[in-house]
């Protein structure tokens, strides 16, 4: 390259990319002995429960309230969306729980604890819009009473939660889209970053039998 030549800004971004995360963080054929933990299964296992989420998302919005409602297929796929989703907030409270107790924004990996906080925020509202286009009477009760609520702070004209059409775009397009940036940027981080040791992983100043950071 001359001098006169300017190194181009993708050639920058793939040097910024093999600087933070090389193939070997990003696809590791070795962990630290300390993940086989318990503790280190449940972001694993929201991840899991996450991907359910969405497959059977996807099916239920191309086949709509008519087939859910009253199909057995439909029942069954409705269903798995709605128990899934209940055990994907029960893994990522354990792991978000333990990651706190576990101080997981040690060796800078603040933004990785931030993204994962607000990740939990993104997945919360996802599901408050996704009980509000149940198309059944809970949906309907929900709605009107959160309407009064979202009023009372002066939302209600801008977030009208008995607009069936605005909280199913928000539900099956926006607040996913938000999640799922999140998600992947969260698991990015902690590969580029490592996984948080334990705190009692090092002793004196050196390392526990079998860890590799």
Avoid: C
Avoid at 56 to 66: N, W
């Amino acid at each position: 390259m001359s001098s006169k030549e300017k190194e181009l800004w993708t050639a920058k971004l793939r040097g910024v990319w093999q600087r933070n995360l090389p193939v070997e963080k990003l696809l590791p054929d070795t962990q630290p002995a300390y993940v086989s933990s318990w503790i280190y299964t449940f972001g694993v296992l929201t991840l899991s429960s996450l991907f359910v989420i969405i497959a059977s998302g996807v099916v239920l919005a191309f086949e709509g309230p008519s087939w859910y409602h009253l199909s057995n297929v439909g029942h069954f796929v409705n269903s798995l969306h709605f128990w899934s989703v209940q055990l994907f907030f029960i893994f990522m409270v354990i792991h978000l729980w333990g990651k706190f107790w576990m101080a997981a924004w040690r060796g800078r990996r603040v933004a990785t604890w931030m993204t994962g906080g607000i990740a939990f925020v993104a997945s919360i509202a996802t599901a408050f819009t996704g009980y509000l286009v149940q198309t059944n009477f809970d949906s309907q009760w929900i709605s009107f009473e959160a309407k009064d609520g979202f009023n009372s702070v002066g939302v209600g004209a801008w977030f009208t939660v008995t607009n069936l059409g605005q909280m199913l775009l928000l539900h099956v397009a926006f607040l996913p889209l938000i999640l799922g940036v999140l998600t992947i940027l969260h698991v990015l981080l902690v590969r580029a970053k490592g996984v948080v040791p334990p705190i009692d992983a090092f002793d004196n100043g050196k390392k526990s039998k079998g860890a590799r950071t």
